[in-house]
């Protein structure tokens, strides 16, 4: 039975079911319709069920058969992958590079994903972490290249360089009650407004804070698009980076909160030494180009 069901029988199947009779499915295989219907017929013999109906003017698949061919092509697509991922590697590459990255949006990494798929299969992972949750994404192999603030102590395995500096800006929606005090954006006055805050990823680590008050009111979120969201909907104070926010400010959907001071982060990228496959070479270069071209720095 099993040297019967091979991956050839199953693509005769799957070309059938796409092509709609033997004889299209025979000149898409460049074979002789005839060997079609003898394998097939063979197949039914030595599986001992029947997976074509011929009782009418054209053979269709059999309630058994169809079962046959759906997870036929299961097995197929796995076949492919297992071919397609084992040379990915056979050539260098990995089969996934993960890239974990705070402060920054999503859309910051769409022209590498675009680019990378032009030199290779690799797949790519993007994961926002944030402040302790970024290094202990690198440090415990979630991650395999990191952009975020740089911390003060570097781990001793970890490779980092400088991209450039990150401005931050104090905003609020625009009817937000903060923007009517008399008083001046100091620590006091801070903590009479809500901050909203994103959670610290840490899943070991112990979690840290970002631009918060002791005492303070706040909202803490999951990610940046729900604090940029909350932001908007005037539940409070935060930090954006001044890319993100100078568009919102345009659209009058949040604004600088006047007598704030612009706080700078300088941007680097990490990774560690032990491993580096071509994707994750090929990724770290172009982020450095990049990062110097865009519009976030």
């Not at 599986?47 to 058969?65: C, M, N, P, Q, Y």
């Not at 061919?69 to 397609?84: H, K, Q, Y």
């Not at 680019?115 to 994961?127: A, E, G």
Request: some cysteine; overall charge positive.
């Amino acid at each position: 039975m099993s040297s019967s069901l091979t991956l050839e029988a199953l693509q005769v199947l799957d070309a059938i079911a796409r092509r709609g009779s033997f004889a299209a499915a025979a000149q898409e295989l460049n074979r002789a319709p005839s060997s079609l219907s003898y394998q097939v017929q063979k197949l039914e013999q030595d599986l001992d069920l029947v997976i074509f109906d011929r009782s009418g003017h054209k053979a269709v698949f059999t309630e058994a058969g169809q079962l046959l061919l759906n997870r036929g092509r299961i097995l197929l697509s796995a076949a492919n992958d297992l071919v397609e991922d084992a040379n990915i590697l056979a050539h260098g590459w990995e089969l996934e590079i993960s890239i974990a990255y705070d402060l920054l949006p999503i859309q910051f990494f769409f022209p590498l994903v675009h680019d990378l798929s032009s030199v290779s299969k690799s797949r790519v992972k993007l994961q926002e972490e944030v402040l302790a949750g970024s290094w202990e994404a690198l440090s415990y192999d979630r991650a395999d290249i990191l952009i975020c603030p740089k911390p003060e102590h570097i781990p001793i395995d970890v490779k980092i360089e400088t991209l450039g500096n990150l401005d931050m800006v104090w905003v609020a929606a625009p009817k937000h009650i903060v923007h009517k005090r008399t008083s001046d954006f100091g620590h006091q006055t801070r903590k009479k407004y809500r901050a909203i805050a994103i959670a610290d990823s840490a899943r070991t680590a112990p979690r840290l804070s970002r631009n918060l008050v002791d005492d303070q009111p706040r909202l803490t979120v999951s990610n940046f698009p729900v604090k940029i969201e909350s932001l908007c909907a005037g539940l409070g104070i935060g930090t954006l980076p001044r890319y993100v926010a100078n568009p919102l400010i345009e659209q009058k959907k949040l604004a600088i909160i006047e007598g704030s001071e612009v706080l700078s982060f300088e941007m680097v990228i990490a990774w560690r030494r032990n491993k580096m496959g071509k994707a994750k070479s090929w990724c770290i270069q172009y982020l450095k180009k990049y990062w110097k071209i865009s519009d976030f720095n």
